[in-house]
């Protein structure tokens, strides 16, 4: 960049932040950070000043004049000497410290080897200095931008582990009246494992749900006080009432459907008219 950019901020020309809602970090590499420089910082922010891998100061809410290694060079004595460019190169990163919606899926199995899919969507956020350079320390930036994703992919087998501690040895149709276990079990590996990296676990909801639809359609209708054979019959009725076969009630009931009524006679079959045959002669 030029180095005629005094001011660092994390806000774009249309006002609209860099880090948004779902970035946890973003790092500003730009050569016109010199001494005397303004660095802005939000108030929903963290920024840390880094120069040759080395962390310079962390800074909260407000705007810093900046004081780097570089002084008593100035932006004008930089330009003039290096043709617009500072020897020095500086990071600036800035750490969101709001609270961010982040969603992990995955699929677990139930003692019957069934397939469990599973939801979880927790709340995180940085709460404090120590906790912004425990992120940058321990999560690698990919590109510019630490967000949710990576957050995600960093906690998923976690998440996982924890889940299958109790769904691996519950049956499929029980696993909802343990979901507060889970729930409780999830979020202490989770909190134990952000905690390294410095983000702080807020609110947790857990989700568990048979992976194929129509399990989790037969398990509805054996909640309904059907037994499972009575829930099989009423499930193959809802799917025939669905391509409009007259059968469905008697599916739903476990009886024969018969077509026309009971024969009353016998009738001939030469001919096709139809009409009774005629008795031998003696």
């Known amino acids: 960049m030029a180095i005629t950019r005094q001011v660092i901020t994390s806000l774009q020309r249309d006002g609209t932040d860099m880090l948004g809602t779902k970035a946890l970090a973003v790092k500003i590499v730009d050569e016109s950070i010199v001494s005397g420089s303004l660095l802005t910082v939000e108030s929903n922010h963290f920024c840390v000043l880094k120069s040759r891998g080395a962390v310079l100061n962390v800074y909260e809410t407000g705007q810093y004049a900046l004081t780097t290694p570089d002084k008593p060079l ?3 004595i930089a330009q003039g000497f290096f043709g617009g460019s500072s020897p020095w190169v500086y990071e600036v990163i800035y750490i969101n410290r709001s609270k961010l919606l982040v969603r992990n899926t995955g699929i677990a ?13 927790y709340y995180i956020h940085v709460d404090s200095k120590q ?39 519950t049956k499929m149709e ?3 009246e343990h979901i507060n276990d889970i729930r409780e079990l999830v979020k202490n590996h989770l909190t134990d494992f952000l905690k390294i990296y410095g983000i702080m676990l807020n609110d947790l909801k857990v989700l568990i749900l048979p992976k194929d639809d129509r399990m989790r359609e037969l398990i509805s209708l054996q909640a309904l006080g059907l037994t499972p054979v009575q829930a099989v019959r009423y499930y193959l009725a809802l799917r025939m009432a ?37 008795p031998p002669s003696p």
């Open 74 to 76: 100035l932006g004008s």
């Open 109 to 121: 199995t139930s003692a019957e080897m069934a397939e469990m899919a599973y939801q979880v969507d």
């Open 131 to 169: 906790a912004a350079l425990d992120l940058i320390t321990h999560l690698p930036f990919n590109g510019n931008f630490i967000d949710t994703r990576e957050v995600a992919d960093y906690a998923g087998p976690a998440i996982e582990q924890a889940i299958n501690q109790v769904v691996q040895v």
């Open 174 to 176: 029980n696993i909802n």
């Open 242 to 278: 669905e391509k409009g076969l007259v059968s469905a009630p008697n599916a739903a009931a476990g009886m024969p459907f018969n077509i026309g009524g009971q024969p009353t006679g016998m009738y001939s079959v030469n001919g096709g008219t139809g009409l009774p045959a005629s």
